[in-house]
């Protein structure tokens, strides 16, 4: 009950922390600090002076509060955002702001506030369980991991940025650099435009509601170039993919038509000509597809390393490998996913979209990923799979798809290096066997090989 009544009070703090950083410059934070520490101090005015420090700066610091009052400008804001921006990678963007008032506008500010659904209790209590870096006061209080979580889902920190003088009537505009921590989408909320006092403590702020959102991909890693194995296999449908794999749909014959045949396949010449429906006749279409399989199972393992593992898959996925295939991405989130794609650019940045939004999944098994993968075994030349641990029921997974004759890449990611792993069902291809550490991911995928 005591750690719940102090969990509810976080979010106040960290409002007051928000508010106090827009309201005071850093000549009134100062202030402030001043007047807390003459104000300790100067408790018993007989012995000491204090007070008249307190009385000084309290009085400077009110007087800042309501010169902020008066503060009457009239703005609208856009913003020219990027369709896309990678975790890591610094995204620029500009901002026009206009003055829509009669007067010229000086030394203005902007910051830029966005929008972030505060944890759950039990989000939060999870995430503390897995935190063993900080003391036990602060896993028992728990502010400092709860700050940490709140800026992870906000996905940015964005600094104040000065901004020129605007005239009357006119618009300016800025570049702003944000740095996205984690993948998804970023929601831009408002924008705030800051004005110091003339005494330069305190700041009067103009909120501009102005909503929009970034999608952030997910951090990607440069692999070495993978020769996929495989054999061809007939694809039902597959002569929708075949002009964007290399394949295109080859012309055999023409015969009459049967019922049931598809209109779009009636050669119309010759049904001009002959006064009956003449069908096209097309050779059935083979190709290469690889299956994906991400692990979406964390179990008792931090949401830092399945972070990696979607970073490796995506990874993997903008590799320069075999671009005659086609690719499954296969996971397991609120429901089993399965999604389909050519190598063609515009289709790698949709997978890319899909990983930027998969979520750990909390409330099923591995079972629901195996079945998932059997349902669509048949049409799979080959498998690439990227598990969050090497268990029992992975290697059984793993042992069945090879009985298949299916070639099987197996990625194993874990926190620490001094976790080894027997290479199991795989023991017979160490080198389609691989167990990447958290803090040396990038140098070992180098050695990855199919």
């Known amino acids: 009950m ?16 928000q508010w106090s950083r827009k309201k005071l410059t850093s000549a ?14 100067g408790i018993d005015t007989r012995q000491t002076h204090s007070f008249l420090i307190f009385s000084l700066l309290f009085s400077l610091l009110l007087l800042s509060f309501l010169f902020s009052l008066f ?15 990678t ?12 003055n829509e008032s009669d007067i010229t506008q000086e030394d203005l500010s902007i910051v830029e506030e966005l929008g972030c659904v505060m944890p759950e209790y039990s989000e939060f209590l999870r995430h503390l369980k897995l935190d063993n870096k900080t003391n036990r006061f602060d896993r028992y209080i728990g502010y400092p991991r709860w700050l940490k979580l709140v800026q992870f889902k906000r996905g940015a920190s964005i600094k104040m940025t000065p901004i020129k003088s605007i005239p009357a009537k006119t618009t300016s505009s800025t570049v702003i650099k944000l740095i996205p921590k984690r993948r998804g989408y970023i929601h831009f909320k408002r924008s705030v435009l800051l004005k110091p006092d003339p005494f330069g403590l305190s700041n009067a702020f103009k909120n501009i509601t102005q909503a929009n959102t970034v999608l952030v991909l997910p951090k990607r890693y440069k692999v070495p170039t993978i020769s996929l194995p495989g054999i061809r296999r007939y694809q039902r449908g597959g002569v929708h993919h075949a002009g964007s794999v290399g394949d295109s749909q080859e012309f055999i014959s023409l015969r009459d038509y049967r019922p049931g045949d598809p209109i779009k396949n009636i050669h119309w010449r010759s049904f ?22 991400l692990d979406t199972f964390i179990e008792n393992k931090n949401e830092l390393l399945f972070e990696e593992a979607v970073s490796v898959t995506a990874s993997l996925i903008e590799s320069p490998s075999n671009n ?8 397991i989130g609120n429901e089993a996913y399965k999604f389909t794609s050519d190598r063609g650019v515009s289709n790698l940045n949709r997978m890319l979209e899909v990983l930027a939004c998969v979520n750990v999944c909390h409330d099923k098994s591995f079972e629901n990923l195996s079945t998932l993968v059997f349902r669509n075994i048949d049409s799979l030349s080959a498998l690439m799979c990227i598990f969050l641990g090497w268990d029992q029921a992975r290697q059984e997974f793993v042992k069945k798809i090879r009985a298949l004759n299916i070639p099987v890449l197996v990625v194993v990611l874990e926190e620490s290096s001094e976790i080894k792993h027997d290479a199991g069902p795989m023991e017979d291809q160490p080198r389609r066997f691989h167990v990447l550490h958290q803090n040396k991911i990038e140098d070992q995928l180098q050695d990855i090989t199919f």
């Open 71 to 85: 503060f009457r400008g009239r703005f609208s804001v856009q913003r020219d955002l990027p369709e896309y921006c």
């Open 272 to 293: 001009a000509k002959q006064s009956i429906p003449v069908i096209k006749e097309y050779q059935d279409e083979f190709f290469v597809r690889m299956g994906m399989v």
């Open 87 to 98: 975790v890591g990678k610094t995204m620029q963007y500009r901002v026009k702001i206009k």
């Open 28 to 41: 009134g934070t100062l202030v402030f600090t001043g007047i807390i520490f003459s104000a300790v101090f």
């Open 2 to 17: 005591i750690r719940k009544l102090i969990f509810r009070s976080f979010s106040i703090i960290h409002r007051l922390s």
């Open 324 to 331: 005659d295939s086609l690719l499954d991405l296969m996971f």
